[in-house]
């Protein structure tokens, strides 16, 4: 018996499993001349990213070099309440991602902000976006005729070990940053001015690291050390968006929701001990890419076209490698597009003294079942599953953006 077919038998280890993307994107390069992150290149100023806009601007901006997920419980009891929960985030997040200096207070009472960062949040790339979970159309604020078609409590899919709580909420915020001290000093304040109305579910935060990348190049590499990224939507083309990220008018949706986007958020623990044990060559087999480069196998460059169709066999590219499954480039793929948003974590260890380390993996689609749940399926069974294990997660609706002055998040939503 083979070593890949000896982990599938059990006989080596039990519970083993994924069910997401990880190594590769689904999406079709489209570089631009912009450079598109930034931290290692010191050429790359840290800057505001402004609130206001058609669209969370969260979704669309560069892969944040730090990242963090953190999902909440309600406890408002009414639309009311819910409603004033929703304009006080949004007035936070847009002081945070704005920069606007924070008022002074007399000391007898406690500051406005944590400090951490100053008297005013400096220009550091942050971005905050706000989503709404499956659970919050539910009796609760009368909002169940106003509930996205697609939007269900994340299932059990095939090899998924999901932890209860590490999975769903009524509302989903992912902040990013170009350091770990600027998101958990968004989310401080973001928690700090809804203490009364929202419970800490769970989170997850990580980094990725960033580069400048030539155009159509990833940037960041996951931490199994393959470029991820590479064939990912170029957010900055608008018709790309239009068409595979952004809820539109004739979709069928609710009327409020045109302009927001379905989110996948999926926890993926990456067995890196295994993985390390692996030769090069199968663990490029496994992906479809060559380690250091990037580029598609037989290629020299990350940016080199894939052309399955003139490997129908596998040949160079095995059947069952994870960029093949994941984008197969064949008429009527490219419906099932997704916009990639996600980053590395590291947590400790387990009481087996195994490192827990993976992804948070994040994407942004105008339909869950066309977009990530039709990606999910191709890849059911293919041999990355020996090495990755989601653990939790859940479905959300990124909240179309803000556009005047004095609206906020979730206006639309909450409109008598």
């Not at 990242?67 to 929960?85: C, P, Q």
């Not at 009364?196 to 050390?225: H, T």
Request: net charge negative; glycine share 12%; charged share 25%.
């Amino acid at each position: 018996m083979d070593r890949r077919n000896f982990l599938r038998s059990g006989l080596a280890t039990a519970g083993l499993g994924a069910a997401a993307l990880a190594g590769c994107t689904t999406g079709e390069s489209a570089g631009t001349d912009e450079p598109t992150t930034a931290g290692a290149d010191t050429n790359v100023v840290p800057r505001y990213v402004a609130f206001a806009g058609d669209h969370q601007a969260g979704i669309t901006n560069h892969p944040p070099a730090a990242g963090l997920a953190a999902a909440f419980s309600v406890v408002d009891t009414d639309r009311e309440s819910l409603a004033d929960t929703l304009q006080d985030l949004s007035a936070e997040i847009r002081r945070l991602m704005d920069g606007e200096p924070f008022e002074q207070r007399d000391p007898v009472f406690p500051p406005v902000h944590t400090g951490t960062l100053g008297d005013a949040p400096p220009p550091t790339d942050l971005t905050v976006v706000l989503s709404v979970g499956a659970s919050l159309f539910d009796e609760r604020f009368g909002l169940a005729d106003r509930r996205p078609r697609e939007l269900v409590r994340m299932p059990f899919m095939a090899n998924d070990r999901l932890d209860p709580a590490l999975s769903h909420g009524d509302l989903l915020v992912n902040i990013g940053g170009d350091t770990p001290d600027v998101t958990i000093f968004a989310l401080r304040q973001l928690m700090r001015r809804t203490r009364g109305s929202l419970v800490l579910q769970w989170m997850v935060e990580g980094f990725n690291r960033r580069d400048q990348p030539k155009p159509g190049e990833a940037g960041v590499r996951n931490l199994m050390g393959f470029k991820d990224g590479t064939a990912n939507l170029d957010a900055t083309e608008d018709d790309q968006m239009v068409e595979h990220v952004w809820v539109r008018g004739r979709d069928g949706e609710p009327e409020w929701a045109v302009g927001g986007s379905y989110e996948a958020v999926r926890i993926i623990r990456m067995l890196v001990e295994r993985w390390d044990r692996v030769s090069l060559r199968e663990q490029e087999q496994i992906i479809g890419r060559h380690k250091e480069s990037g580029a598609p196998l037989g290629a020299s460059l990350e940016t080199d076209p894939v052309d399955f169709s003139a490997d129908p066999d596998g040949d160079i590219t095995p059947l069952d490698a994870h960029i093949r499954l994941a984008n197969p480039r064949t008429p009527g793929a490219d419906e099932n597009l997704i916009l990639r948003r996600g980053f590395s974590y590291s947590r400790g260890f387990d009481g087996a003294g195994q490192l827990d380390q993976g992804l948070c993996f994040v994407s942004y689609q105008r339909s869950l079942e066309k977009g990530f749940i039709a990606v999910q399926e191709r890849l059911d069974g293919e041999p990355l599953e020996e090495y990755i294990l989601p653990v939790g997660g859940g479905f959300f609706f990124a909240l179309p953006g803000v556009t005047t002055p004095d609206g906020w998040l979730g206006q639309t939503l909450l409109a008598p």
